[in-house]
């Protein structure tokens, strides 16, 4: 069994910056691919950044290219996502999953853990 657990939400302005942690309990992380989505307010959860198994290969939602970056730390199954240039529609409760296979990949139905949750507030 496996449980991950978000960190790093909170209140930002417009512009700032946060770091999201995605730490893991159980022997698997390492194996396999993470991902990173967010639901806001009255919205279905969508994607926004996805890393394989061992981080050299990543993918990201349009709306977070450019701005996010994903990594991971496999020697501490730790997950992250550095969020940068915060704008409001940003506002979302950001979720962590961890994927039932190696490579990076964007739909929810591969991902079989899920965080509880980690909200996320930018201001305008």
């Known amino acids: 069994q496996v449980q991950l657990v978000e960190s790093g939400g909170g209140l930002v302005q417009a512009g700032g910056s946060l770091r999201l942690s995605c730490a893991a309990s159980?022997?698997?992380?390492?194996?396999?691919?993470m991902g990173w989505f967010r639901q806001a307010p009255g919205k279905e959860r969508e994607f926004v950044a996805a890393?394989?198994?061992?981080?050299?290969?990543?993918f990201y939602a349009d709306s977070a290219k450019g701005r996010f970056t994903i990594s991971r730390d496999n020697a501490k199954n730790t997950a992250y996502l550095q969020m940068n240039s915060l704008k409001p529609e940003d506002t979302a409760v950001y979720y962590c999953?961890?994927?039932?296979?190696?490579?990076?990949?964007?739909?929810?139905?591969?991902?079989?853990?899920w965080g509880q949750g980690t909200q996320v507030t930018v201001s305008s």
């Open positions: 999953g961890l994927s039932t296979t190696i490579v990076a990949v964007t739909a929810q139905h591969w991902y079989n853990y």
């Open positions: 890393i394989n198994w061992n981080g050299d290969n990543t």
């Open positions: 159980g022997r698997t992380f390492s194996s396999y691919a």
